[in-house]
């Protein structure tokens, strides 16, 4: 009796700012509607960090209720109508339909992740937020009229390895800890490890890029090609072995990254061909 083929699911996991954007979502809009000069909005927000010894992206999100006070440029429609600002690298708007219709030919389910330090209703109102399955970032308590009162979370380079985890599990809940520690057999986890291309471009994506190289995934870093000091000053991620492939991040039909992408999703598809065929072996010569 032929056996039914359990469906082949490999997941994207995306940074955002600097990855997919082309420099901090905040810097789009919400830095200008306070007044300041981006580099300046991060030397107080480092100088925050320092002063109060804070996490940096604590330090910013504090940063950006304090500057908001008595407006509403931190609130959360403004947030998200801020997300129709985001610029994003070449090729990015039409990333997602070609690599799912390459998946869907070759009997790969695509599903797309963002995991960012980023600021989430900002996410929320780009015009890519629609192809990803989970957007992971950071996020504010608000309050009646919409303003924020407290973090509600942040996302730090080590926190963002717990949704690596909940990709795995299919777990979505940020207040569910208990399912997400308790055991769950492999056969049963949605995106295994080995099927997860993590994409990145810089130091608070090392720990994501190193778990999910060392659980068989793949770890791509990405820079931009108009920026050559970015490029230099990330070439650890190779150096070092944290990534599998480095490249410039260009999204467009034909890039090198585009090419592997599709190469990484064929040999996804040929390796859960072949476990099948193996488990299939496995249980008829056991019934022998």
Known sequence: KKMREKKTVAAFMYDFDNTLSTKDMQ???F????????????AESNMYAKKYNMDSILAAMYLMTVKSRGTANASRSNLIEQGKT???HKGVDSWFDRINEFGRANGVEVEHYIISSGIKPIIEGTSIARHFKQIF????????????????????YTSKLQFLYRINKGIWDIWDNKRLNAHMDEEDRPVPFSNMIYVGDGLTDVPCMKLTRQNGGYSIGVYDPTKEGNRIGNSYLMTDDRVNFYVKADYSEGSE???????????????????????RHAKSVSNI
């Open 257 to 279: 990254l585009e090419e592997i992408a599709k190469m990484i999703l064929l040999k996804i598809r040929t390796e859960s061909i072949l476990e099948r065929i193996t488990e």
């Open 86 to 88: 985001v610029e994003f």
């Open 137 to 156: 970032a950071c996020d504010f308590v608000y309050d009646e009229s919409g303003k924020p009162e407290w973090p509600a979370i942040a996302v730090n």
């Open 27 to 29: 810097e789009y809009a």
């Open 31 to 42: 830095i200008p509607s306070i007044n300041m000069d981006a580099k300046d909005f991060w």
